[in-house]
């Protein structure tokens, strides 16, 4: 494909992503960071996202499974992947952790459960999601194209 | 013939007198045996008879001579010796009893008299307690009355109650006839009948106040009896009846200027009143002293509570004054406001209305000018155009005058090129100089500031007038503008004592001398010039046009500058100088140069708005951390991150200027590095400014951030011009 289509295609691809709520105004400031002294900036921070959140989705299965919950356990893992999402504009995360930390709040052992399970789907799917998007922006420049802001 | 013992009768002859004898002495026998029978009987019916032994030896006396006389019944007829011997024996005991009781009684009698006495005594002492029991109760019920009176008048603060109670209690306590009042007119004159009892509207009687009588009243605090038939007590229809007796007494009228705050006023130079007062006729009746006394009492109390009314009365009218009075302001300050944003209503109208013509013509004339043009042409299109600059300078004049009058013109603040501004007035006033063939040279001190801070449009608007006018009043030689720091000793001007400029850290005095060798001024007409439309008289200044508001404006612009401006000359002919001096702030130095202030924030993607700025950010979550920092290396800033506030507080030193907190990680109280960091950095200008990171702004957040001490609040996520905007407005301030 023409670096042109593909401009086109990746220009579309993040509209949507916007449109369907998974990343919001966040992520265009993060873009708007990224100049000729920081050019993997966005690349950078989004690496760093996923391996955080994943440290804090292992983290959050072990404490879940225990026993005796900590809640405070759980509600420091939450809050931190809320920091983080909301850092990066990934904006269903951010939601899901809204709700699970008013589950701690609660004590609710089950809403927690189910909170987890959510927001390991929205995080496997904001994950894919931003993969694409990035293996498109390769595509682009190999092609010899710019990233259309 | 001698008594003796026969047998023989002894009756024929005196029968008779011994038969009466024997009845005598038998009724004398039976006498003196019933008196002490009743003495006994009516000694024992009365309680208390301290003689007993006297009762005693008495009865004992009288049965004696009873028995005696008994027994002598028997020796009327013939009797044996027994009879004689007991006889005697009776006899004998009689005379010795007889003999006690007489001597006894003569230490009784005296005794028994004396008991009398003391009997009258006590009589007389119970009588006279009695009077004073009477006095008594009659004084206490003269007490209760004037309690009564008094409680009846002070229960009030209405003068006309007051004085009407006290005319009722009065006469129903005393039961007078009449009871009447009579105040002195508003002349002092005459007295005038005010309130009686019995009419309730009297008619205005007026009596003059310099009767003998009533003189004699007002001269004695007491009571005073009257005559019925004076003035005053003329108030009854004359009739057949016996006046009753009339008292009279003064009530003090005591007036509110007479009250100090430590004396009781004088009454020597008093008003009163005259109270009179009327006992029934025909009723016997005479004023007793405790009447009288109350009458007194009465009249005192009166008169204080008539001098509370009075000062209530007085202190009403002056409350109601002052309300009225607040009325009054306070409409006249709505319309004053009115009046004044009619009045820039109308300004601001007026200003744009005339303005937009005024530039048409300006600007359309200039245009003209360029074009091809007959000198006549030319001429006249220069008129209109000198004319038409004219009328926008005073129109401006004007719009700028009255709102420095009213004191609603307000500086505009801003940091600018100082040297700039005196370049651009040299090169605005050159081509002029040049045409009028005038010298004009421009010194700047070498330590004059490059920048300052001030209203720099108004400053060139007060040098431009300055040196317009030095250029207007000299036809030949020279102009010199002269602009240096001003030291203390040359910032006093002998001629303006109550100027006492202070430099400081922050400010400097700003001197700026246009020295002109123009037609000059004459002493007189210095003090005119910074007036209003005034204009010096001489034929020169009186073709050079203008409005006379240019120096009153300058004036007006200098003084809110906190500074001063003078004009000095030697005199006419021989040129002047024009003094101001003027306050302007020393904008802070900040780490490498900066670009001049911009108020506005600029929403494109300028060049690094904060070159070098070294920032601490303490941030517990990788990702925001990360985020945080591209954010500020952006904006062009040094970055360090830390990720906990003991590592924060390890790592910051007064070279950063700036350290972002995140404060809500649970865990971690970003509010106590606040107030660490306060504690580390004593000196307000070695301080980092401390910037809160919040996910929510709500007051509670706000509130708890300023009480640490934080200098600024931002809420995540953070856009570029968020952060930009936050970082400005910190480092303005």
């Not at chain 1, 002294?37 to 404490?63: G, K, Q």
């Not at chain 2, 509110?256 to 006729?281: C, D, G, H």
């Not at chain 2, 001063?564 to 490498?592: D, M, Q, Y």
Request: include cysteine; aromatic fraction near 6%; glycine fraction near 4%.
């Amino acid at each position: 494909m023409d670096v042109v289509q593909l401009q086109r295609q990746l220009v579309d691809y993040r509209t949507s992503l916007y449109h369907e709520g998974f990343l919001d105004e966040q992520f265009t400031q993060l873009q708007e960071l990224q100049d000729e002294n920081n050019p993997h900036f966005v690349v950078e921070v989004v690496s760093l996202f996923f391996e955080d959140s994943e440290r804090h989705l292992n983290e959050l299965t072990t404490a879940l499974e225990q026993q005796s919950v900590d809640f405070r356990r759980v509600d420091a893992h939450v809050h931190q992947l809320k920091g983080s999402s909301s850092s990066i504009g990934a904006q269903r995360v951010q939601q899901v952790c809204i709700a699970f930390r008013n589950y701690c709040e609660e004590q609710n052992v089950e809403g927690c459960l189910e909170c987890l399970q959510q927001v390991k789907h929205e995080y496997s799917l904001v994950k894919t999601k931003l993969e694409s998007m990035f293996q498109l922006e390769q595509q682009i420049l190999t092609a010899g194209g710019s990233i259309p802001m | 013939m001698e008594s003796c013992y026969c047998i023989e009768p002894q009756w024929p002859a005196d029968e008779l007198l011994m038969k009466y004898q024997y009845i005598s002495d038998f009724f004398i026998a039976l006498a003196y045996f019933s008196i002490p029978l009743e003495l006994i009987y009516f000694v024992k019916k009365s309680a208390v008879f301290p003689y007993k032994w006297v009762l005693v030896q008495f009865g004992a006396f009288i049965v004696l001579c009873g028995a005696t006389h008994l027994i002598s019944l028997w020796t009327f007829t013939m009797h044996t010796r027994t009879v004689a011997v007991v006889m005697t024996t009776s006899k004998v005991l009689t005379a010795v009893v007889s003999c006690a009781t007489a001597l006894m009684l003569v230490h009784i009698i005296p005794d028994l008299l004396s008991v009398k006495t003391r009997e009258l005594f006590l009589k007389n002492k119970a009588a006279e307690l009695d009077r004073e029991m009477g006095l008594i109760r009659t004084q206490e019920e003269t007490g209760r009355h004037v309690r009564m009176l008094t409680h009846e008048i002070r229960s009030t603060l209405d003068r006309h109650t007051i004085l009407r109670t006290t005319l009722v209690e009065l006469g129903r306590t005393l039961a007078l006839e009449e009871c009447a009042l009579w105040m002195p007119t508003r002349t002092g004159l005459e007295l005038q009948l005010s309130y009686t009892l019995r009419q309730q509207n009297p008619v205005g009687y007026t009596v003059p106040i310099h009767l003998p009588v009533i003189n004699q009243v007002f001269s004695s605090s007491r009571a005073v009896k009257i005559s019925p038939n004076c003035p005053v007590a003329r108030l009854r229809p004359a009739g057949k009846y016996m006046p009753g007796e009339v008292v009279a007494v003064r009530v003090p009228l005591l007036h509110l200027s007479n009250f100090q705050i430590n004396a009781w006023p004088e009454l020597s130079t008093k008003r009163y009143a005259l109270m009179v007062l009327m006992l029934p006729s025909d009723s016997a009746r005479q004023w007793h002293v405790h009447e009288l006394e109350l009458v007194e009492v009465v009249a005192d109390q009166v008169a204080v509570a008539l001098s509370h009314a009075a000062i209530l009365e007085e202190s009403t009218r002056a409350r109601d004054l002052l309300m009225e009075q607040n009325v009054a302001l306070d409409l006249a300050r709505r319309e004053a406001e009115t009046a004044i944003r009619a009045r820039n209503d109308f300004l601001a109208v007026m200003n744009h209305e005339m303005r937009t013509p005024m530039h048409a013509i300006i600007a359309l004339s200039s245009l003209l000018q360029e074009t091809e043009l007959t000198p006549e042409q030319r001429l006249m299109v220069e008129t209109i155009l000198k004319s038409s600059n004219l009328l926008a300078t005073l129109i401006n004049d004007v719009l700028d005058l009255s709102r420095l009058e009213d004191g609603s013109l307000q500086l505009e603040l801003g940091t600018f090129n100082l040297y700039a501004v005196f370049r651009e007035v040299f090169n605005l006033i050159k081509p002029i100089a040049s045409v009028k063939k005038l010298n004009v040279s421009l010194n700047l001190a070498p330590d004059l500031p490059e920048y300052a801070i001030g209203d720099e449009k108004r400053l060139m608007q007060t040098i431009l007038n300055v040196v317009g006018n030095a250029l207007k009043f000299s036809k030949e030689g020279s102009i010199s503008v002269t602009a240096f720091v001003a030291k203390s000793e040359s910032l006093r001007d002998p001629r303006a004592p109550e100027f006492f400029p202070v430099p400081s850290d922050n400010h400097f005095y700003l001197r700026v001398q246009v020295k002109d060798s123009g037609s000059g001024i004459s002493p007189q007409d210095i003090p005119k010039l910074f007036t209003k439309f005034a204009q010096t008289q001489s034929t020169a200044t009186r073709n050079s046009g203008g409005s006379g508001l240019g120096l009153a404006i300058c004036k007006r612009f200098v003084n809110l500058m906190e500074g001063h401006i003078w004009i000095e000359s030697e005199g006419l002919g021989k040129g002047c100088t024009a003094i101001f001096i003027v306050k302007l702030g020393i904008p802070e130095r900040l780490n490498g140069p900066r670009l001049p202030f911009i108020p506005e924030v600029s929403t494109s993607h300028g060049p690094t708005a904060f070159p070098g700025l070294k920032v601490l950010v303490m941030d517990e979550n990788g990702v925001s951390r990360m985020v945080t920092k591209g954010l500020l290396v952006h904006l062009g800033c040094d970055v360090t991150m830390v990720s906990s506030s003991d590592e924060c507080l390890h790592v910051v030193s007064h070279e950063h200027k700036v350290v972002l907190v995140d404060v809500c990680v649970p865990g971690i109280n970003g509010y106590e590095i606040a107030i660490r960091i306060h504690e580390k950095f004593t000196k307000r200008y070695e301080r980092p400014l401390i910037v809160a990171l919040t996910g929510n702004t709500d007051k509670v957040t706000k509130e708890k951030c300023m009480r640490v001490g934080m200098d600024g609040v931002i809420l995540k996520p953070v856009s570029l011009d968020k952060m930009r905007s936050v970082l400005s407005d910190l480092l303005e301030q």
